[in-house]
């Protein structure tokens, strides 16, 4: 049936609305430009988005689409590689359903709700010493309701299987409108009646499996997984064993049957222990022999990556051998002992050694140490996007499996196939399941280059058919971008059975319509435009987003902001919510494998409209002898306006004001205001403002920022103690803001004039310390102002000679002695500030954190995420800033620290606010300063001594 489609997405959207409430419906430009796109190759944008939250919503909008014709699509975290999570009506996005509804230990199941992501599910599951097995390598970002319905697997695979082998049962809002709770049922089970009987559409699928069998079995691929079309063979298994499994109709039907709203996972041990190993080969044939040899080892992961790939991530980035044809990870899992796993790595090593190796294979047991191994490989796919400019990899064959022992003659087709065409590719994947994902790197807006998709397209997918007997789909899902090979793959037979099931239970074919049983061309809908931009839309931003954690919505997260930024309908009037909502906290950028700074291109479209709400303050700010004045006076005054009655006063007239600078904006009565200097730090030290002298030793400026010169949080006296500790009588030359908080509302001119001053100031010295995350990551870059003009240079100077304490510290010649000071931390914890990681330092505050003596250092959970406070943020919209907080403090409460350290003097406000004291917030110079007087005190003498 053909779908009737409105003209209008806002007829759609009003009724939607009178159905579910106005927050839950949206259509405007932000919305459907960030939903238009998923991890594919195509656009496609919808009329209406709904966000839902129930299963009532679920009900109401699967009725509602249905009743009017409108394709409705669900969608979970869009990380598809196929196009299965766009469509042009409603899209149903289930994101905020993402809790845990109940894990039974004993029994090893959790029942989860379709939102979650499998990172998050599984961090959970980890205190139960459980875990959900099938782990794709999109596992930080993908949810369960796209894992279930792709039938995703990953890596793992030879330990834990697909998701269908792990899933018990599910709950399922069919196209009918009735909800299916769907477990395998015995064919004598009067409840398997009951159950035909309320959902009719079941009984022919039941009749046609039981039929068909033989034809079903004739055709069910002979390799060892496989995504591609209905699942008729787990049905068909079901009935060897007198079950209707109906899980296993539901499991990979893509949304194409209707909206999951539950399901039921079988659980896995997490292994006591495990391995992962490097192995680089120098004859790619000796991977695909070493293979059955290493799969006696019983690994849970066997991964290659081909000569090509490796050339294009970059071998010398990755420490990759020149002479590698392949490399091999290769990861072992242990339940027993710690023993049994050197055993086998030894046993490992012995297999790899047979063969011609580049070098001794890398083994880690560390988990630092193996996340490291596994990065490149599990970002690959968007790495890829750094190659070219113009030629991007397009996911079209990316996805075929043959049998393991014939992966290595399928690479060398593959490879000799695509030298003929000229066309740089990548093979990669799980090798122990025989699975490659292909990925040619085109210019698909080229004709040439696009007639060489659509020919390696055809040509590769039947060789894989006829020559290897293999699947053109062994974990993405047919999507739209295999649906059209579907029908070759099986066979009429066989394709008109899934034709059947589609019209059995969506008869209207209102779900993902275009998506497994469909006759489109497999170019429909590719979006030309976006394959020439710099983003691999792998949403891998979006798992760090701090905004989209609190929103779980497309148009309030890092990737949707590119998407929206950068399209030609932008405009900063159609799109001021999203693009104010933005953090500038840089985590997208610090993760982003294809390079890509979101933070930055939001940057600028607010620089082209300056916040002018604000621009009186950073003027004032501009005035030192103005502002500071006030800023005395306030810090004089603060034991009298810092009480309930005041402040609730301050709050109700620093309204109008703030409302000017964003509409979220407030200073609510019961914020913790740090505590105000009535000294600031300058006026501290006056011997250290002093003009630079020429001297014999380095001169050593310390860039102390707004915070520690204003506020009385210790910083500066403890940055200016430990430099002293380490013989260095540091300057404190003139210095304005560094800019971080004005670029953030847009005035990029003033930053400019502020970098122009500081740079100057800073010029005669070595080196430039600061104590700051934020001045830290805006002095290194303050070349980013000056495009083309003298200044870039000497702002390339600074960048150079810039330095964070911990930095300074870490790299010290001298040691000074330590102590543990009286009510020393027992337990100290690290929060990870947002732009020191930016800026590229992770190791040094957590090095010296773990030397303390007399405390013990504990990784809190995320401690990489974002705080919420950002600088300014925390008054320009209080209310998500703190919403973003709750995450971080459950993470510090479950690490029990007394003391939270961090690198920020920005963060330590958003910290002290948000535990209010059920933790010590500290600067990571504070608790090293703490250390060394204790030292000094205690007259301890040598590095780490007085333990
Ligand atoms: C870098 C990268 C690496 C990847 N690696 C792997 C890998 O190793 N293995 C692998 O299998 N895949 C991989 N993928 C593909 C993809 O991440 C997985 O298929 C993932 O499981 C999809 O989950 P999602 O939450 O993003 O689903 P989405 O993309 O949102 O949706 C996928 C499908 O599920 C349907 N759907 C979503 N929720 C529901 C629901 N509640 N009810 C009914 N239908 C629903 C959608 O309609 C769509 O058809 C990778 C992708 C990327 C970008
Ligand atoms: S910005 Fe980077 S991380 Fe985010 S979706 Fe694009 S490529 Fe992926
Ligand atoms: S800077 Fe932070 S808040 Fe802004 S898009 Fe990136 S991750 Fe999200």
Request: glycine content about 6%; some cysteine.
């Amino acid at each position: 049936m053909t779908l009737i489609l409105p003209d209008t997405s806002s007829a759609v959207v009003n009724d939607l609305r009178q159905l579910l409430g106005s927050a839950k419906v949206q259509n405007d430009f932000p919305t459907l430009t960030a939903y238009a796109v998923d991890a594919s190759i195509y656009r496609m944008t919808p009329k209406a988005v709904v966000m839902v939250e129930s299963e009532e919503d679920i009900d109401a909008v699967v009725r509602f689409a249905v009743s009017r014709g409108i394709a409705l699509t669900p969608r979970a975290a869009g990380t598809n590689l196929t196009g299965s999570a766009i469509g042009a009506g409603i899209i149903l996005d289930v994101s905020r359903m993402n809790r845990i509804l109940e894990v039974n230990e004993q029994e090893r199941w959790a029942r989860v709700q379709p939102g979650i992501v499998l990172a998050e599910l599984n961090r959970q599951l980890a205190r139960q010493k459980l875990l959900f097995g099938p782990d794709p390598s999109s596992g930080d970002m993908c949810k369960l309701g796209g894992m279930v319905a792709n039938n995703s697997s990953g890596p793992h695979t030879l330990a834990y299987g697909a998701v269908k082998d792990n899933v018990d049962a599910l709950r399922v809002c069919l196209p009918s409108g009735a909800w299916l709770s769907a477990a395998p049922l015995r064919l004598d089970d009067p409840a398997l009646h009951q159950t035909l009987a309320s959902h009719p559409s079941l009984k022919p699928i039941l009749d046609m499996v039981q039929q068909h069998r033989a034809l079903i079995e004739g055709k069910r691929p002979t390799v060892s997984k496989n995504s591609c079309g209905y699942n008729l063979f787990g049905l068909a298994d079901g009935l060897k064993h007198e079950l209707f499994d109906l899980p296993k109709l539901f499991v990979g039907s893509e949304g194409t049957l209707g909206v999951m709203s539950e399901a039921t996972l079988r659980l896995a041990p997490k292994p006591q222990g495990t391995l992962t190993a490097l192995i680089h080969f120098r004859r790619l044939e000796d991977v695909g022999d070493a293979v059955p040899h290493l799969l006696s080892l019983r690994p849970s992961a066997l991964e290659v990556m081909d000569a090509n790939t490796l050339n294009l991530i970059g071998r010398a980035a990755h420490g990759i051998p020149a002479d590698a044809a392949a490399t091999l990870l290769a990861e072992l899992d242990s339940h027993e002992s710690q023993a049994d796993l050197r055993e086998r790595a030894d046993r490992m090593a012995a297999i790899s050694r047979r063969y011609q190796l580049c070098a001794e294979p890398t083994i880690a047991y560390d988990k630092d140490q193996r996340d490291q191994l596994w990065k490149a490989r599990k970002a690959l796919y968007p790495t890829l996007y750094r190659f070219d400019p113009r030629k991007k990899p397009i996911n079209f064959v990316d996805d075929v499996v043959v049998r393991a022992e014939r992966i290595s003659e399928l690479i060398r087709y593959l490879e000799t196939f695509f030298e003929g065409q000229h066309v740089p590719v990548a093979i990669f994947g799980h090798i122990g399941n025989g699975n490659a994902h292909i990925v040619p790197l085109l210019n698909v807006n080229d004709p040439r280059d696009f007639e060489k998709m659509v020919e390696a397209y055809h040509e590769i997918h039947q060789t894989v058919l006829s020559r290897f007997d293999g699947s053109i789909c062994g974990e993405h899902g047919d999507g739209r971008v295999r649906a059209e090979y579907v029908r070759k793959m099986f066979g009429e037979d066989l394709y008109q059975l899934f034709v059947q099931v589609k019209r059995a239970v969506d008869p209207t074919n209102v779900m993902n319509p275009g998506i497994k049983i469909s006759e489109a061309s497999f170019t429909e809908h590719i979006d030309y435009q976006r394959l020439s931009k710099s983003c691999a839309t792998c949403a891998k931003c979006n798992s760090v987003c701090p905004v989209y954690d609190v929103f779980q919505s497309e148009d309030m997260s890092s990737r949707g902001w590119f998407e929206i930024v950068t399209s030609k309908d932008y405009s900063y009037l159609n799109s001021k919510r999203v693009v104010e909502a933005c953090l500038n906290c840089k985590s997208c950028r610090t993760i982003c494998p294809a390079g890509v700074d979101v933070s930055e291109l939001i940057l600028k479209r607010r620089a082209e409209h300056p916040n002018q709400g604000s621009r009186w303050l950073f003027a004032l700010h501009a005035r030192p002898i103005i502002f500071e004045g006030i800023l005395k006076v306030l810090a004089m005054t603060q034991s009298w306006w810092d009480r309930p009655l005041p402040r609730k006063l301050l709050e109700r007239h620093a309204a109008p004001v703030l409302k000017r600078i964003a509409p979220t904006a407030q200073l609510p009565a019961d914020i913790v205001f740090p505590k105000l200097a009535s000294k600031h730090l300058r006026d501290r030290y006056p011997e250290l403002t002093q003009p630079l002298k020429d001297g014999t030793g380095p001169r050593i400026a310390y860039f102390h920022g707004c915070a520690a010169n204003y506020f009385e949080d210790g910083v500066g006296d403890a940055v200016i103690s430990v430099l002293r500790k380490h013989g260095v009588e540091p300057a404190l030359p003139p210095q304005r803001c560094s800019g971080t908080p004005i670029e953030t509302y847009g005035h990029v001119d003033l930053v400019r004039e502020n970098a122009r001053f500081n740079i100057q100031s800073l010029s005669g010295y070595d080196a430039v310390v600061t104590g700051c995350a934020s001045c830290t990551l805006m002095l290194k870059e303050y070349k980013k102002f000056f495009e083309n003009e003298p200044q870039r240079e000497k702002a390339d100077g600074l960048a150079k000679k810039v330095m964070h304490i911990t930095e300074y510290v870490a790299q010290s010649g001298k040691q000074p002695a330590m102590g543990a000071p009286e009510g020393s931390p027992q337990r100290v914890t690290y929060h990870s500030s947002c732009h020191l990681r930016a800026a590229g330092v992770t190791k040094q505050p957590r090095q010296l954190l773990s030397n303390l003596p007399g405390t013990e250092y504990v990784e809190m959970s995320e401690a990489d995420r974002c705080a919420g406070g950002a600088g300014t943020y925390l008054v320009k919209d209080y209310e998500t800033s703190q919403k973003i907080f709750d995450r971080k403090r459950r993470n510090i409460e479950q690490s029990e620290a007394d003391t939270v350290a961090t690198s920020c003097p920005a963060c330590m406000i958003q910290l002290n606010n948000g535990l209010r004291g059920r933790a010590a917030v500290k600067h990571v110079a504070q608790v090293l300063n703490d250390a060394y007087e204790a030292g000094a005190q205690q007259g301890n003498e040598g590095p780490g001594a007085a333990q």
